[in-house]
């Protein structure tokens, strides 16, 4: 059984000396094994945020949620020990808080149920454990009736998702094999990356607030709708370094993707029809 090799290996975990930040991803999508402070994590912190969208996704649904005002974040914890703790919370002898409202892991327990010693077997730190210990036990909620409208394939997938335990998650290739996504997804133009993956904009130093990130995301979403209207839905990007794109259309409506010129004589100078995919 994968807990009990997890209970022999706990001291090598535990001792592990990776180069990994522990203060990783946003807290609402932050995986149990983040807020642990667990050495030994990698592609499952994915699957874990992933899940947390897909849950939310969920419930924009009107029938799962009538109400859009209602609508909210699957977890929205304010406070997340020992990470962000709440510094007006009282603490016991060895630094524990004393009350876990609004914690990110009780939110978490609140919907998925408190973990099990199986589901625990993971942890390496004593002390995460005694205070995984000091929340009063949960039951999971009812998914078919927080997700009315979901599919018995959907909510399995967000139950896969959405386990407590690393281990115990699906990876990616298993997840995309699964029933769910039958009718939309399309195996031959589904593909491997020869290689790693390099995105512009992880590399920038621009700090990116709201309003950019909204600014960005119309522009994605203008690219792809000159690309519908126009009839040109299975046409790729051209492979620009900057992912900055224009369309140009001629008397016979055919096209051609160029990279966009960044000199200042060009760069508002189009006589036809654009659609700019910034980075």
């Not at 609140?110 to 099990?116: K, L, N, R």
């Amino acid at each position: 059984m994968i807990n009990q090799i997890l209970e022999q290996t706990r001291e090598l975990r535990r001792d592990l000396n990776r180069q990994l930040t522990s203060h990783v991803a946003t807290r609402f999508y932050r995986a149990p094994e983040l807020i642990l402070m667990e050495k030994d994590y990698g592609k499952e912190v994915d699957i874990w945020a992933t899940g947390v969208i897909f849950g939310e996704l969920l419930y924009t649904l009107e029938a799962n949620c009538p109400n859009f005002e209602n609508r909210k974040c699957l977890f929205p914890g304010k406070y997340c020990f020992p990470l962000s703790p709440n510094k007006n919370a009282d603490i016991d002898e060895i630094g524990i808080p004393l009350t876990q409202k609004s914690d990110q892991l009780q939110l978490i327990f609140d919907m998925v149920g408190s973990p099990t010693r199986e589901d625990m077997s993971f942890v390496t730190d004593e002390k995460a454990i005694k205070y995984l210990e000091r929340f009063r036990n949960k039951h999971p909620v009812n998914l078919r009736q927080k997700y009315p409208s979901g599919s018995d394939q959907a909510l399995r997938l967000l139950t896969q998702m959405l386990q407590f335990n690393p281990f115990f998650r699906p990876n990616v290739d298993t997840l995309l094999q699964d029933a769910y996504f039958d009718e939309v997804r399309q195996f031959s133009k589904a593909y491997n990356a020869p290689e790693i993956i390099s995105l512009d904009f992880e590399l920038s130093q621009e700090y990116v607030g709201l309003p950019k990130i909204r600014e960005l995301f119309l522009n994605e979403i203008s690219y792809y709708r000159e690309l519908k209207m126009s009839g040109l839905s299975e046409v790729s990007p051209a492979p620009v370094k900057n992912r900055n794109v224009q369309i140009f259309f001629n008397a016979e409506n055919s096209y051609q993707l160029k990279a966009k010129t960044k000199t200042p004589d060009t760069a508002n100078k189009s006589e036809a029809p654009q659609a700019h995919r910034q980075q």
